[in-house]
């Protein structure tokens, strides 16, 4: 490796040291979305709540719904209180209609919402303010009876109050007032009613806000919202809303779910970088380039055809009929197994036993090999007539051995 690469690397190391420790002494901010889920510890989370239900109603079933609740509702049989809680709930016309007869049937509906499609109750909400900058809001509910724990909120944020609802079949439970920052009384209104359709009851709260993690956990706000849910009927199961809410789980991609998390967000980004260091110094040709042997072809059977070739055009019958004896008697050594040092009557039947030829048909090619090589006379020729008829006994005699 030369200095000019240890310095790259060294300086790639320096950098990735401090992007770690610049991330590890980094205060994350505090996170303030309203996502209302229960899986959330963020402030505005009900991670809380929905951990102290189990307590609060230990004898009373808990289901989380995941669906809305208009499918939810499709089985006519289903019983409980269904609790939502989130910053607003828009429900559609029809399933809407499905809450009402789910009441009218004998359950109970909790809504904690700053907004709500509730027209066809003849409710009708309204928007406190106030010039307070630094005002106080705190919730009170008015039966004596239950906890008279209040909560106070400091935090700047939306407020609503009933400004119409329908006494006959109304009930209020529970209300807002307003103080500005001398203590001062400002203005007091509903935020917690009850309304009775049918043999059961919607129940409307309108600051959310009480149900969330930062309140719950301050002071002694938790005996406020013990004093609210204590309404719920234990004797029916409890329908936990986890479809309408901000925070909800959402089906999104892997690189979504990398650059959403700070920490893997950084791994991805340090990674890129290096792949980048990487194609830029490394990128680059280490050796000179080697060339591309083309394989040696295999030339036997030209050289073969050359060979054969020349014979033939020289008219040396004798030389080619002698190569074609030497490859016929290797042939019945490697394929037949037949010794051939010795050419007797045994020798002929047992060519006859493992090739099917006939003896007379062997004796005759024999007869002809025999005749070849007993001419010792430089000067005799093989004629091309015996050269063919060699030929083909020798061809014929493979024939029938390899048909078998």
């Known amino acids: 490796m030369d200095k000019k690469m240890k310095l790259y690397i060294s300086i790639f190391t320096l950098a990735i040291i401090w ?27 009900t991670f809380v709540l929905r951990t102290e239900l189990e307590s609060l109603f230990s004898t009373t079933e808990i289901k989380d719904v995941q669906i809305p609740p208009y499918v939810k509702l499709k089985d006519s049989t289903l019983k409980g209180t269904y609790l939502f809680i989130n910053d607003y709930i828009n429900f559609g016309e029809e399933e809407f209609n499905s809450l009402l007869q789910f009441v009218d049937r ?56 009933f400004k119409k609802f329908d006494t006959l079949s109304t009930e209020v439970l529970g209300k807002i007032n307003i103080f500005d920052i001398d203590g001062n009384l400002e203005e007091v209104q509903v935020n917690f009613i009850r309304y009775n359709v049918g043999k059961g009851n919607f ?21 406020y919202v013990a004093s609210v849910l204590s ?40 990674g890129l970088l290096g792949i980048l260091l990487f194609i830029l110094f490394q990128g680059k040709r280490n050796q000179r380039i080697i060339p ?43 394929e037949l197994l037949i010794s051939t040092l010795v050419i007797d009557d045994q020798f002929f039947e047992n060519i006859v036993a493992k090739t099917g030829n006939k ?40 024939r029938k051995y390899e048909a078998q």
């Open 106 to 161: 004998g359950n109970d509906v909790f809504i904690a919402t700053n907004g709500v499609n509730i027209d066809s109750l003849q409710l009708e909400t309204k928007n406190i303010e106030t010039n307070e900058f630094n005002e106080l809001i705190q919730l009170e509910l008015v039966n004596q009876n239950l906890d008279a724990t209040k909560i106070n909120f400091e935090n700047k944020i939306l407020k609503l109050g």
């Open 203 to 223: 129940y409307f709260h309108l600051f959310p806000y009480a149900f969330t993690n930062y309140t719950v956990l301050k002071d002694n706000n938790h005996k």
């Open 19 to 45: 992007i770690v420790y610049a991330d590890v002494i980094k205060k994350n901010p505090i996170n303030w979305y309203p996502s209302f889920a229960a899986k959330d510890k963020i402030p505005y989370g």
């Open 292 to 334: 591309t042997r083309i394989p040696l072809k295999n030339q036997s059977i030209a050289f073969a055809r050359t060979i054969a070739s020349m014979y033939y055009e020289k008219s040396d019958h004798k030389s080619i009929a002698n190569q074609k004896i030497i490859f016929f008697l290797d042939y019945i050594r490697t």
């Open 359 to 398: 003896k007379e048909t062997i004796e005759t090619l024999f007869q002809k090999i025999e005749i070849i090589q007993s001419q010792k006379d430089p000067l005799y020729q093989v004629s091309k007539e015996q050269l063919i008829g060699l030929n083909n006994l020798i061809e014929e005699f493979k």
């Open 231 to 270: 309404y719920i009927d234990e004797s029916k199961p409890i329908l936990w809303d986890a479809y309408y809410k901000n925070g909800k789980s959402k089906i999104t991609s892997p690189m979504y779910y990398i650059l959403s998390s700070e920490n893997l967000k950084w791994a991805y980004y340090v």
